[in-house]
């Protein structure tokens, strides 16, 4: 067997700059800004996006560096009251641009400047030249536009691309198809959801398993998962490592890989099995909860957030543990825990988090003692 030093995790599918971007290649910068300012206003209400080009007006100052920078300063933050400008003196990789941009659904890329994993390749004949230099960069050409008055596709292009006559095309003035164009494929982009049921917790104050206890004639733990597998793809049922045997069989385990973080670890775990898909993630001490509940949660869910949670009924708090977690929570999640947090409400709370107020409040109510039980009328623990 091969030796390998370090674990092999599933990495997100990302690109360099990251999940959904592409490169406009083959046409001028004025014509690509053009063509990105139409889509970034057309989109950004449902998505969040970003675009990315170079200085076209070159340095302002004799070290060619702006502003404090120039005087030696690693970081220059501008707050300009409606929108901020961060300034880097480095050479940023992919790595960089990842952390910066991971909450961008769309990133178009100036591909004069910047290469992307996806291409829009336009055919002017005013960049020919440019374009026959760029060939290598045509690594997976979604739609090709033609420039007023051309009707071909250049010959060195198509010899390049594979099955060239297959991939759609378009007039560049065709605003409207082009925006129909990325609207399907921002739709293919929208994470799928995978469902996760809290039980790893140690029920100190109930005295017993929480997730065991039959509320429904079953343990509670695998109604909740019942109630999830109708609505998202794999579910899963979170726990501490050596606790899975008694978790029965009837749904997969997710031990958590972030040890003594609670829920958080639990969140973390499911993310660093699968990077790329939305977890919704339920608490297994909620014995109102309903099908109707979580439904509503999907529903409204919006892919641009971070995540989507109900509003407390008890502390009009986001409520953490009845939500769903976009996979652009990971990162964020992280950076919360490099800086000493794992609390999953604050992330809530100081990150783009949708707040729903849920259609029956009661069903968010959890117990954690016998006495609790009682009050809601639910017999004996």
């Known amino acids: ?17 990251g999940r959904n971007e592409w490169a406009f290649v083959g046409t001028t910068c004025g014509n690509i800004q053009q063509l990105a300012r139409h889509l970034v206003s057309a989109l950004g209400d449902s998505y969040q996006c970003a675009y990315l080009d170079a200085d076209h007006a070159g340095a302002d100052t004799e070290a060619g560096l702006p502003g404090m920078l120039a005087a030696g300063a690693a970081i220059e933050y501008t707050d300009a ?10 050479k940023w990789g992919a790595h960089q641009f990842r952390q910066v941009l991971n909450e961008a659904d769309l990133v178009l890329v100036n591909g004069n400047h910047h290469e992307a994993v996806a291409q829009v390749v336009v055919i002017d004949p005013v960049k020919e030249n440019s374009l026959r230099k760029r060939l290598s960069q045509l690594t997976d050409v979604r739609l090709i536009l033609l420039a007023e008055g051309v ?29 129909r164009f990325f609207e399907q494929e921002m739709l293919k982009k929208i994470p799928p959801v995978n469902g996760l049921v809290l039980a790893g917790g140690r029920s100190l104050r109930m005295g017993r398993d929480k997730g ?15 109630m999830l597998k109708n609505l998202c793809g794999e579910v899963f049922i979170s726990c501490r490592p050596g606790q899975e045997p ?10 958590d890989t972030f040890a003594d973080l609670g829920p958080y670890g639990a969140i973390l775990s499911a993310f660093r099995q699968a990077p790329d898909h939305a977890w919704l993630v339920v608490a297994c001490d909620l014995p109102l ?11 409204n869910r919006q892919p641009r957030r971070v995540a989507t949670a109900f509003e407390s009924p008890f502390d009009q708090m986001p409520e953490p543990l009845i939500a769903l977690w976009e996979p652009k929570s990971y990162a964020v999640l992280l950076s919360f825990l490099a800086q000493g ?3 999953p409400r604050k992330v809530l709370l100081n990150s783009d988090t949708l707040i729903l107020q849920a259609p029956e409040p009661e069903t968010l109510t959890n117990v954690n003692t016998p006495e609790e039980v009682i009050e809601l009328g639910l017999g004996k623990v």
């Open 1 to 17: 067997m091969q030796h390998s030093k370090h674990p092999k995790l599933p990495r997100p599918a990302l690109g360099r700059f």
């Open 81 to 90: 009251i409606h929108s901020h400008q961060l300034r880097v003196n480095a």
């Open 151 to 179: 009707e071909q596709v250049f010959d060195f292009v198509e010899n390049t691309l594979p099955d060239a006559e297959k991939i759609p095309r378009l007039r560049l003035t065709d605003q409207a198809g082009i925006l």
């Open 212 to 226: 065991a206890i039959a509320w429904h004639g079953k343990p509670q733990r695998e109604y909740a998962a019942d």
């Open 246 to 255: 008694d978790m029965g069989i009837a749904y997969p385990t997710l031990p």
């Open 289 to 299: 909860l309903d099908h109707t509940t979580l439904d509503f949660l999907l529903k």
């Open 341 to 343: 947090y794992s609390c």
